[in-house]
């Protein structure tokens, strides 16, 4: 089956900086790769995704990359702020199943 | 539209008792996911439903179960409550599920907690 792995688990930014999630996965069938955002006592929030047919993204400060050769695919957020603070999940789908990554939690400091 | 809707958003049960859990999808939704969260585990596959029939299963025992009626709206059941039942329930509905590309919208899922 497939795994998605990401990575950092944790990453803390000052305010204004980029951050950058990474996620790599196995199984090259797998062709959708949504990012959610899920914030304390809240479900994930759809918040960018990207098809297996575009390299990459973008939605105001909110990019994704994908690279298909390797597998793996990027969320960046530029200008963070202190509201981006949340726990962010990357997915792989294929066929209509969904496999998650274990999350990063993101702290952004004022 | 109206976004995924779940009921009781909190529930505290003990040891050996049942529980019933209840999503309403987005309108015009067929498919619907059931994900259990933990801190340790992150987000499990339970099961998903189309058209009133299970069509995917996670690796979970048989005490979880769950169904979906006509109108999409789905439930899901666990019987014998053990103590690390206790997580969050989230569930998920796409359009149609079966299409990879289809993406797939979370409900502010119902918190469990088995004492």
């Known amino acids: 089956g497939e795994n998605v792995e990401q990575h950092p688990s944790t990453l803390s930014v000052q305010e204004g900086d980029s951050a950058v999630i990474k996620c790599t996965y196995s199984d090259s069938a797998s062709n959708y790769f949504p990012w959610y955002k899920q914030e304390l006592g809240k479900g994930p929030q759809l918040i960018i995704d990207i098809r297996s047919n575009v390299g990459e993204k973008k939605d105001q400060r909110i990019a994704v990359t994908l690279n298909k050769t390797a597998k793996h695919f990027s969320l960046h957020i530029t200008e963070t702020q202190p509201e981006d603070s949340a726990v962010y999940f990357c997915?792989?789908?294929?066929?209509?199943?969904?496999?998650f990554g274990s999350g990063t939690k993101l702290n952004v400091k004022p | 539209k109206a976004g995924v809707t779940q009921t009781p958003r909190y529930l505290i049960k003990t040891r050996g008792q049942q529980v019933t859990l209840s999503c309403s999808p987005i309108?015009?939704?067929?498919?619907v996911s059931w994900y259990q969260q933990t801190p340790g585990q992150g987000l499990q596959f339970l099961f998903e439903y189309f058209s009133e029939t299970q069509r995917n299963k996670g690796n979970f025992p048989g005490r979880f179960s769950g169904r979906q009626f006509s109108n999409s709206r789905s439930e899901m059941n666990v019987s014998t409550l053990e103590l690390g039942d206790s997580a969050l329930y989230l569930c998920a509905s796409s359009p149609i599920g079966f299409d990879s590309t289809d993406t797939q919208y979370f409900g502010p899922g119902t918190r469990l907690t088995v004492l």
């Open positions: 997915a792989a789908s294929k066929a209509g199943k969904f496999y």
């Open positions: 309108s015009g939704h067929r498919s």
